[in-house]
């Protein structure tokens, strides 16, 4: 079982509010990421971290925002938020290095957002 | 670019074998990894295999690899109502420079009584 956990499970918000998605391990992992998973089901990954003051924006833009002040945080925010970011929010993390085990990717439980 | 694809929806019966598709483009990838996801919840690792391998077993799953045709498998085997939920394929950076795995969009696999 991965220790990785985010908060909060669901939300549903008014349009313009800014929101942080809060995501955090405790296997010491220094690569994080975070994934929006539309309904068809499919991920895309919106934002990536190395380690400590490192951030990457993903594959697919978002307007959402990150920070990586400590290995084990890792939050995404969005400054004002729209129905277009309804949507689910996963986040991930995987160990430095060559082998599998860094390749391998353990995930949290994901956060529902719904933005009215 | 890379791409890894996947076949929508699968439905089999209770006690029925399941056997679950996947190809994939990137030759370097080294690892190639299934996940399950279950409805409201994130994604759980449940197998990978190294790319110099061609099967790898693991209780009721069976992953089969063809490297030359760039073919991934997870065979389920006596799958079970538990078994429904929707299956990811994904593939290793290897050497291209991408940053994070790769994944397929999802095969959801429905578990008839």
């Known amino acids: 079982e991965a220790d990785i956990y985010q908060t909060p499970r669901y939300l549903v918000i008014g349009t313009g509010k800014k929101i942080t998605l809060e995501c955090s391990q405790t296997?010491?992992?220094?690569?994080m990421y975070w994934y929006q998973q539309d309904p068809g089901m499919e991920l895309h990954l919106i934002h990536y971290?190395?380690?400590?003051?490192?951030?990457e924006k993903g594959d697919l833009s978002s307007e959402s925002t990150v920070s990586r002040i400590r290995t084990e945080h890792f939050p995404l925010t969005l400054e004002s938020a729209r129905p277009s970011h309804t949507s689910q929010y996963l986040c991930?993390?995987?160990?430095?290095?060559?082998?599998?085990?860094?390749?391998?990717?353990?995930f949290g439980p994901g956060t529902r957002l719904t933005v009215l | 670019g890379e791409d890894v694809e996947q076949s929508l929806f699968l439905s089999v019966r209770e006690g029925d074998s399941s056997v679950i598709n996947c190809t994939y483009t990137?030759?370097?990838?080294?690892?190639l990894y299934w996940y399950k996801q279950e409805p409201g919840a994130g994604l759980q690792l449940l197998t990978y295999?190294?790319?110099?391998?061609d099967m790898k077993q693991d209780q009721r799953l069976t992953v089969l690899l063809n490297k030359k045709d760039k073919h991934l498998s997870l065979r389920i085997a006596d799958t079970q109502t538990g078994d429904s939920a929707i299956y990811f394929c994904?593939?290793?950076?290897?050497?291209?420079?991408?940053?994070?795995?790769?994944f397929g969009s999802g095969t959801r696999l429905q578990v008839q009584p």
């Open positions: 991930a993390s995987s160990e430095y290095g060559e082998t599998a085990s860094t390749d391998t990717q353990y």
């Open positions: 296997m010491g992992h220094d690569k």
């Open positions: 971290s190395y380690g400590v003051n490192s951030t």
């Open positions: 990137d030759s370097s990838s080294t690892y």
């Open positions: 295999i190294f790319s110099n391998m």
């Open positions: 994904a593939e290793s950076p290897g050497d291209t420079g991408r940053r994070a795995l790769t």
